[in-house]
């Protein structure tokens, strides 16, 4: 026979089971663990109890205590996770916002904007969305990546080695001229494109190399339509054994076709860049573009000039990119072009203006 101790323990375990509420819970533990509780109040039969079964009774009762309390417990903390979960499901995150910080009618206000107009737009309830810049980047990077590239960055204030020297442009290139190039009093520069990244990664790392580098480049232009003094490019290096311009050519008729539809032409034209021979520039004709059958010019590219990688070698101290062994092509694409082809964006200012009424149509 077992003891009326753990009679009384099983009787509670199956009243603590049948417990559906933290309220009925509650109960059961007043009832057997509460002041005069009936398991409790076994503290006080104790003194009645013959010497030898005292320590018995007693480890015992500690246990039942013990294990009545902890299971009261979990059984509490059940409770309380099934009523945060109901109280989160009544919750509609799909919900729009209530604009903070503004008490007005019914969650609009007016705006005028630097250029006269003004009116009234959904403001704090709408939601936010990625600049056209930021679209056409994602969805470039998505595609080199599938082509395994990997994502290269370096500064945008450079010095003159990393943007013109190592790629082979001479002192005398009227790339550098002060009219054409952003100066800092102490000879850095604000980098005219990002094949600076080609150098600062080849300095790190020994071939093969395939990354690409997005981000701004700033040259002294006046601001019009297809002009800014701060633009953005993609730049690309691949360097491997044996690469040629097949692959050049290639690659980016692959990411043209990913980006404006299988059914962009693509073009090249031979060009001259000091960091590559030969060179060429990229031009796309897509069906989708609105304005009609006209070639844009979206891309500079080539195959990297030695004399690029023995710049590389010098600085690394070692023969890592041996022209004899290694070879590879590079390009910087216009993401700002892209983004205009690709969305029909008649003026480069557009990027840079914040006008909502403009921002709104790629949400
Ligand atoms: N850096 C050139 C520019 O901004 C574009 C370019 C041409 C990048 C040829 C390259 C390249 O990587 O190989 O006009």
Not at 250 to 256: K, S, T, V
Request: net charge negative.
């Amino acid at each position: 026979m077992s003891h009326p101790l753990e009679q009384l323990c099983d009787e509670a375990l199956r009243e603590i089971e049948a417990a559906t509420d933290d309220q009925a819970l509650e109960t059961t533990r007043v009832k057997y663990l509460g002041r005069s509780g009936s398991i409790s109040s076994w503290g006080e039969q104790m003194k009645a109890l013959a010497k030898e079964e005292k320590p018995v009774v007693g480890k015992l009762l500690n246990e039942v205590r013990n294990a009545l309390t902890a299971v009261i417990e979990s059984r509490a903390q059940q409770f309380r996770s099934q009523k945060e979960s109901s109280t989160l499901s009544k919750i509609d995150i799909s919900l729009p916002g209530t604009p903070s910080g503004y008490s007005g009618y019914s969650g609009y206000y007016g705006y005028s904007t630097p250029d006269g107009y003004s009116g009234f737009g959904r403001t704090a309830e709408e939601r936010a969305s990625l600049h056209p810049l930021t679209q056409v980047l994602d969805r470039s990077i998505e595609i080199f990546r599938r082509m395994g590239f990997a994502l290269a960055d370096g500064p945008d204030i450079e010095d003159e080695w990393h943007c013109f020297d190592a790629l082979n442009t001479p002192p005398e290139h009227p790339a550098r001229n002060e009219q054409d190039t952003f100066y800092l009093p102490d000879a850095r520069l604000l980098r005219t494109h990002t094949s600076t990244v080609q150098i600062r990664t080849m300095e790190a790392e020994p071939p093969p190399i395939r990354v690409i580098a997005p981000g701004a480049a700033y040259r002294r232009d006046e601001l019009d339509a297809t002009h800014s003094p701060q633009f953005h490019q993609i730049e690309g290096l691949y360097v491997d054994e044996n690469v040629s311009v097949a692959d050049l050519k290639g690659a980016l008729e692959f990411f043209m076709h990913e980006l404006f539809g299988a059914g962009t032409e693509v073009e090249f034209r031979p060009h001259y860049f000091p960091f590559t021979e030969p060179s060429l520039e990229v031009y796309v004709k897509s069906k989708a573009l609105k304005g009609g059958e006209q070639w844009i010019e979206v891309a500079g590219s080539g195959v990297v000039h030695p004399a690029v990688f023995e710049q590389v070698n010098k600085r690394r101290g070692d023969k890592a990119y041996d022209p004899e062994k290694w070879s590879g092509y590079a390009f910087g694409l216009g993401m700002d072009r892209l983004a205009m082809i690709l969305f029909d964006i008649p003026d480069i200012r557009l990027f840079s203006q914040n006008d909502l009424r403009f921002l709104r149509q790629f949400a």
